[in-house]
């Protein structure tokens, strides 16, 4: 159950969630009942970055029972897809990942 939070830092940029969800339940083994995908939108008021990019940061939340590899190819192909939705040069889509310990997961009333 990963938690896919697509940080978009101008609002020229229109992402659909939906789709994203879906295209990454096809790419990866994640059925498409078990993905939810965030969509933040960040202006010069709440975002700063201080070169002169402006492209979006994907972060992703999932258990450390995944592994490192399906953590990591779940980056890759989340990433790849918002810079194929957003038109993006490829590689210009920054992500990152917190695996979840065990124990710090509640999902319907017990610690996963």
């Known amino acids: 159950m990963p938690f896919i939070t697509v940080k978009i830092p101008t609002p020229q ?3 659909d969630v939906e789709k994203l969800g879906q295209d990454i339940s ?3 083994p994640i059925e498409i009942n078990r993905i939810n995908v ?13 070169n002169e ?10 258990s450390i029972r995944n592994g490192k590899e399906f953590i990591q190819k779940l980056l890759q192909v989340s990433t ?3 810079e194929k939705q957003l038109n993006l040069p490829e590689n210009t889509v920054v992500g990152y990942a917190h695996p ?10 017990e610690f996963r």
Do not use: C, N, W
């Open 100 to 109: 979840i310990e065990e124990g710090y997961l509640l999902k319907g009333g």
């Open 13 to 15: 940029y229109k992402l």
């Open 26 to 28: 096809t790419l990866t």
């Open 53 to 62: 990019t402006d492209y979006p940061v994907v972060h992703i939340e999932a």
């Open 38 to 50: 965030i969509l933040t939108s960040m202006d010069s008021q709440t975002f700063f970055r201080g």
């Open 80 to 82: 790849q897809l918002v």
